[in-house]
């Protein structure tokens, strides 16, 4: 989880340039500034490391230094302003300060070329004094920056500002927007044996032709759409084109409806073995404490070990607490960076952990040796007769194994929150030139009770390959569960937010729930039986909520549990089920989430898959083909099939998102640098816009199109371990079917 940068990149989607520069001059005057009259806080306005500021009597006040060489080296500003070639714009605002200064009021580009619209020099005093410019923008972009620039000050001064306002632009704030064809379908490909059906925007109200094309252009199948009706989540009037009559494998098929032609796609045999295997690949290339090697990774994605100690890291082999919290240090190298951001965080470190694990034990009851075998993925351990997807678990197991507190400590058995930087690091910041300090965060029960659940479920499926790693994960997860009893109320702060996400929960039933249930598995101890008292819901489960997954661990090891429980768990699953599979079907584009007060939450997709995962446990329990139909048509969901006619997953689609929020994987700021890797799960549609770029370009967006590739959105298209955690179960379950 990442916040706030200082830079910002000019790439924007090319439809938008095309809005930007081709739109004449309007009358209408469209604010561009947040937060301009600072009535309580000052984001997302920043300023320079060296000029603290402070909102005070409700105006933006900065301490400006005395000694910088240049007027940039001191500034308060906001980026993220959108620009648009040929248009005017209006800066007026409000500014006084401590002793008479001048200072450079500027619009401009963040990055190279830095093009100026406005360059205007004040002279302020102590009196508040009100000015006004205007300028044209000779260049397009999502990423302009409004500055007030004051080094090269002889003696320090306070320099206050407000009623700050930027208007202008002929495209209205959200307007622009092109999602392309609306014909929408899963761009990578359908299952030959699988549904196959597209989403088509379109007004009418009785079906309209619809006709399947091959890669020579040849028609080789048609029909009628069926009307769907209008859909709630986009404020789309959809119909839906169901071809699953056809069979043949073969790449280039497009979908035509009148005059729109959808974006390509296959139909294979089976398509999904090779996202399986790259929405696991993410977890190598995130991997920190070691090497990312290009014989594995590839080229592009090679780097050297980030946070071992070695200059200039302080590294994660002796990591201190946060100062005032604990006397020791720890030995947390390894695991895997989080998210955008290069902490490590245990509660959802433990849930990415888990699923890995999880998918190892479906497939091994299921039968399928693809996804058990050794050899399946490009990583270092490829060939040591373990399967891949539990050397990768281990990855981050031992990691989460590090962060307990040593024996003959305060709270000995508990388990540190989080570890991550003092503060939040620049884009782009490659892990081995990270030079931030690194702290451990307090324990929390949360995170004692999520080591004891992997620690558990490792224990259990590490028995045959590695018995005394085994049984340090079991020693480890019960020291955890006693501590936690120990100390049932101990939570991690939601303002612990700087540096790192903050992780907080203060409702832990749901984590004793599930720990006990794998404990339970994997030791027969009836006494944890009576600490397994959560249910699935319609809610799903997520990092911060665990009960649902005590349900799935006692319906994927029936054996192991009192058949009255499995019993129980069972028509629980299967119910919830049902609902996901209603809210898909009750939806223009098949996902099977439906937030009951239509809002989108950040990793939405999240959700999707991990509502897939339910569905496909019910498969499993009953062997209904609508349960497999419904997680395949997740899939196209997650593919292209949505009201953004985006796929989310990077290299999978003709218009795959590429620019997620990544301080390493950053093409978009720095050429050099690549993309996320192939099958890395972008966050997808968060209706609560909490990032500048979402606040700025997509206000008044309907539910499911709050989202926007870009790498500065990291409300909406961040990645997560967690988020390609399920991408990759439920891509190893539409392959084995």
């Keep these: 989880m990442s916040l706030r940068f200082r830079l910002a990149a000019v790439c924007l989607p090319p439809a938008l340039i095309v809005a930007m520069t081709a739109t004449p001059a309007h009358a209408a005057s469209?604010?561009?500034?947040?937060?301009?009259?600072?009535?309580?806080v000052k984001t997302p306005w920043w300023s320079s490391g060296n000029t603290p500021s402070r909102v005070e009597l409700g105006r933006l006040c900065a301490d400006i230094p005395a000694g910088t060489a240049n007027v940039w080296d001191s500034m308060v500003a906001e980026n993220d302003i959108p620009l648009e070639a040929g248009q005017p714009y209006t800066l007026r605002f409000t500014a006084s300060a401590s002793r008479s200064v001048s200072v450079h009021s500027v619009l401009q580009l963040a990055a190279a070329p830095y093009t100026t619209t406005l360059n205007k020099t004040v002279a302020l005093t102590a009196t508040p004094k009100s000015f006004e410019f205007t300028g044209t923008s000779t260049v397009a972009g999502l990423h302009g920056q409004l500055s007030f620039q004051q080094g090269g000050a002889t003696e320090a001064f306070t320099l206050?500002?407000?009623d700050v306002s930027l208007t202008g632009g002929a495209v209205p704030p959200g307007g622009g927007r092109d999602f392309g064809s609306p014909v929408r379908v899963n761009q990578y490909g359908y299952p030959a044996s699988g549904p196959k059906k597209a989403s088509i925007v379109d007004a009418s109200t009785t079906p309209v032709p619809w006709r399947l094309l091959n890669a020579s252009g040849a028609a080789v199948a048609d029909g009628l759409t069926r009307v769907q009706g209008q859909d709630a989540e986009s404020g789309d009037h959809v119909h839906i084109a169901d071809f699953s009559r056809i069979r043949t494998v073969a790449a280039g098929y497009t979908l035509v409806v009148g005059d729109a032609a959808s974006a390509p796609f296959a139909i294979a045999d089976n398509p999904y073995r090779a996202l399986a295997k790259d929405a696991l690949g993410f977890f190598y290339a995130s991997r920190s404490g070691t090497p990312?090697?290009?014989?594995?990774?590839?080229?592009?994605?090679?780097?050297?070990a980030g946070h071992l100690g070695i200059a200039p890291n302080?590294?994660?082999?002796?990591?201190?607490?946060?100062?005032?919290?604990?006397?020791?240090?720890?030995?947390?190298?390894?695991?895997?960076y989080d998210a955008g951001d290069q902490g490590k965080y245990v509660v959802n470190g433990a849930l990415a952990d888990w699923q890995l694990m999880d998918s190892y034990e479906r497939s091994l009851h299921q039968g399928d040796r693809e996804e058990t075998r050794d050899g399946l993925l490009s990583i270092p351990e490829n060939s040591n007769s373990v399967p891949d997807v539990l050397d990768e678990s281990r990855w981050e197991t031992e990691f989460l194994l590090g962060m307990q507190v040593p024996a003959g400590k305060p709270l000995a058995g508990m388990v540190h929150h989080k570890i991550h930087d003092l503060a939040w690091t620049a884009l782009p910041t490659r892990p081995d030139r990270d030079t931030q300090p690194r702290y451990l965060h307090p324990p929390s029960t949360a995170a004692t009770l999520n080591l004891a659940a992997a620690g558990a479920q490792c224990a259990r499926v590490w028995a045959r390959y590695d018995k005394a790693f085994a049984q340090r994960c079991l020693t480890a997860?019960?020291?955890?569960?006693q501590a936690a009893l120990a100390h049932p109320d101990i939570y991690a702060p939601k303002s612990d937010s700087v540096g790192g996400g903050a992780y907080d929960d203060t409702q832990v039933d749901d984590e004793f729930s599930w720990a006990a249930a794998e404990l339970y598995a994997t030791t027969g101890d009836r006494g944890y039986l009576r600490h397994i008292d959560t249910q699935i819901t319609s809610a799903g489960f997520s990092w911060r909520d665990t009960g649902a997954l005590a349900d799935l661990t006692v319906v994927r090891l029936p054996h192991r549990f009192p058949a009255r429980m499995v019993a129980a768990a069972r028509k629980r699953v299967l119910a919830v089920a049902d609902g996901f599979v209603t809210d898909q079907h009750a939806q223009g584009y098949p996902n099977p989430y439906l937030p009951a007060d239509g809002a989108y939450v950040w990793g939405s997709n999240s959700a999707t898959a991990n509502n897939a995962l339910v569905i496909a446990t019910a498969y499993d329990l009953s062997h209904r083909g609508r349960y497999r139909d419904a997680v395949l048509e997740s899939m196209d969901y997650l593919l292209g099939r949505n009201a953004l006619n985006q796929s989310f997953v990077t290299g999978y689609g003709t218009r795959a998102s590429h620019n997620q929020h990544h301080r390493i994987w950053a093409h978009q700021l720095d050429a050099t640098l690549p993309s996320p890797p192939a099958g890395s799960l972008a966050g997808g549609p968060n209706s609560a816009l909490q990032d500048p770029v979402a606040q700025q370009n997509l206000p008044g967006c309907a539910p499911a199109t709050c989202y926007i590739d870009d790498i500065f959105s990291y409300s909406t298209n961040e990645v997560a371990i967690n988020w390609n955690s399920a991408l990759a179960w439920t891509a190893a379950f539409a392959a084995s079917r």
């Design 160 to 162: 206050c500002i407000d």
């Design 314 to 336: 302080k590294g994660d082999t002796d990591v201190p607490c946060l100062p005032g919290t604990c006397d020791y240090s720890l030995d947390v190298r390894g695991g895997w």
């Design 477 to 481: 997860a019960r020291t955890a569960w």
């Design 292 to 304: 990312i090697e290009a014989q594995y990774a590839g080229a592009a994605y090679a780097r050297p």
């Design 30 to 40: 469209y604010e561009r500034v947040l937060n301009g009259t600072f009535d309580s």
